[in-house]
């Protein structure tokens, strides 16, 4: 089985400009995360989706948005982008079959966003 | 509010000698799971080990171990027979039912040495 796809791997934007980033599953699985990982920060989570839903979101400013479409792939978006928001952005992925979302998550090899 | 602190930034390992990893955590909650995980240099993280909370023993994979003290909130990883390739950070990860979402420790990396 293939793993969790990550497009684009590396990315370069400027300060005010948007940008989606792109997240293939596993097949079959159902459950998409988002996490954004810094030097300083950590891995902090940013939101969750389950058929289309989203059952859970960090604290993160509304800049930050995510979807999920009926194929279970999943996009997150980030407007207006600060220097701040440079990170690597890593979708984990997940059957979605256990009782409240406690099935082991499955990392895709993130994408690397610069903002200068 | 549920954290995860893990003590040690950095750890050093001779090859086929043994380390252990340490992690705690606060939860006030009872069904919650608790992970290790690695990300080598090239940065896709690989779980090592998932322990449920409910079950009493110890969750073991190959040279990969657990030791699970509940009442004390700790939840350390033992690395044996050490490898150069396990050289990466380690990430202890803890999630409770209901959440969706997983709460990371700041990381330890781990340097094999030959």
């Known amino acids: 089985k293939a793993g969790v796809t990550q497009t684009p791997r590396y990315l370069i934007k400027t300060r005010g400009q948007q940008v989606t980033l792109s997240c293939s599953p596993i097949?079959?699985?159902?459950?998409v995360s988002w996490y954004q990982q810094t030097p300083g920060q950590g891995l902090q989570f940013l939101f969750e989706?389950?058929?289309?839903?989203?059952?859970n979101k960090g604290n993160f400013p509304g800049r930050f948005s995510g979807r999920q479409f009926s194929n279970s792939r999943s996009e997150m978006n980030v407007s207006t982008l600060e220097l701040g928001d440079s990170a690597l952005y890593l979708c984990?992925?997940?059957?979605?079959?256990?009782?409240?979302?406690?099935?082991?998550?499955?990392f895709g090899p993130g994408t690397r966003l610069t903002v200068l | 509010a549920q954290t995860v602190t893990q003590s040690q930034p950095e750890m050093s390992v001779q090859e086929a000698e043994t380390v252990t990893l340490s992690c705690t955590y606060d939860?006030?909650?009872?069904?919650?799971?608790l992970f290790w995980y690695k990300q080598p240099p090239s940065r896709q993280m690989i779980l090592v080990i998932r322990?449920?909370?409910?079950?009493?023993q110890n969750a073991t994979e190959n040279r990969f171990s657990v030791n699970f003290q509940k009442a004390a909130k700790s939840f350390s990883l033992k690395i044996s027979d050490s490898q150069l390739g396990d050289a990466a950070m380690y990430f202890c990860?803890?999630?409770?039912?209901?959440?969706?979402?997983?709460?990371f420790g700041t990381g330890t990396r781990l340097k094999v040495l030959a």
């Open positions: 097949s079959g699985h159902r459950s």
């Open positions: 939860t006030s909650e009872s069904d919650y799971y």
């Open positions: 984990a992925s997940s059957p979605g079959v256990l009782a409240g979302g406690t099935d082991t998550q499955y």
């Open positions: 989706y389950f058929s289309e839903t989203q059952r």
């Open positions: 990860a803890y999630i409770y039912k209901g959440t969706y979402k997983y709460i």
């Open positions: 322990q449920e909370a409910y079950k009493q």
